[in-house]
């Protein structure tokens, strides 16, 4: 075999060699720490809702302003706003005022279906104020059953009187605002609180332990 000399200036063969790797960039402890106090904050408050909306539902339906059958309650109007008229067919008296007696009595319906009953509300001055139909409210809470029969809208908060007549016995009219209202509300900020800690937790701990 020969051997040729490459000349001088001549263009020389190398072999290729493979490009370095780069080195991996350390983890990001504090993406970390933050992702992982999101998502513990968003499971845990939306937990902490999500308990609060039970509790919030029986408050609701123990705040409900009861009126007995036979008699005038004064109920007092804090606030204006849109309210419902309920006929309690399980329950027990609260405080009362007007001409019907305290009892503190438990009541319980035993008839089929819901009883008849009129409800009249009136102001101070006497005049009565308009009901709308709505029978899409209910409640089954803090020992007490109740379906809606109306709404009321108080325009001036004060002092007001409900007299209540049926030939049926074993129930009341409770009014007030709908106990559901905000227990549903409650249930929904649980859902999105759980949620976004879920997701923007779990997307800072993924880039925090993910190498540059």
Request: a negative charge; hydrophobic letters at 40%.
């Amino acid at each position: 075999m020969s051997y040729q000399p490459v000349p001088p200036g001549a263009p020389q063969a190398f072999a290729p060699t493979a490009p370095a790797t780069p080195a991996k960039g350390p983890r990001k402890p504090a993406l970390i720490g933050v992702g992982a106090l999101l998502l513990a904050a968003g499971v845990v408050s939306g937990i902490v809702m999500l308990l609060a909306s039970s509790s919030n539902y029986d408050d609701g339906v123990k705040n409900l302003a009861r009126a007995p059958i036979g008699c005038t309650t004064e109920l007092e109007f804090a606030k204006q706003g849109t309210f419902t008229i309920y006929v309690e067919t399980k329950g027990s008296i609260g405080d009362l005022r007007g001409d019907c007696p305290n009892t503190g009595d438990s009541y319980s319906f035993d008839g089929s279906g819901l009883p008849d009953v009129d409800v009249v509300l009136t102001d101070d001055s006497g005049s009565e104020i308009d009901q709308s139909s709505d029978e899409s409210k209910d409640y089954d809470a803090a020992g007490a059953v109740g379906q809606s029969i109306s709404t009321v809208t108080i325009d001036d908060p004060g002092t007001y009187q409900i007299t209540v007549t049926s030939g049926d016995e074993g129930f009341v009219v409770a009014v007030g605002k709908d106990p559901q209202d905000v227990a549903s509300s409650l249930k929904t900020n649980a859902i999105i609180a759980i949620v976004a800690g879920l997701v923007l937790g779990g997307l800072l701990l993924v880039l925090g332990l993910r190498r540059g």
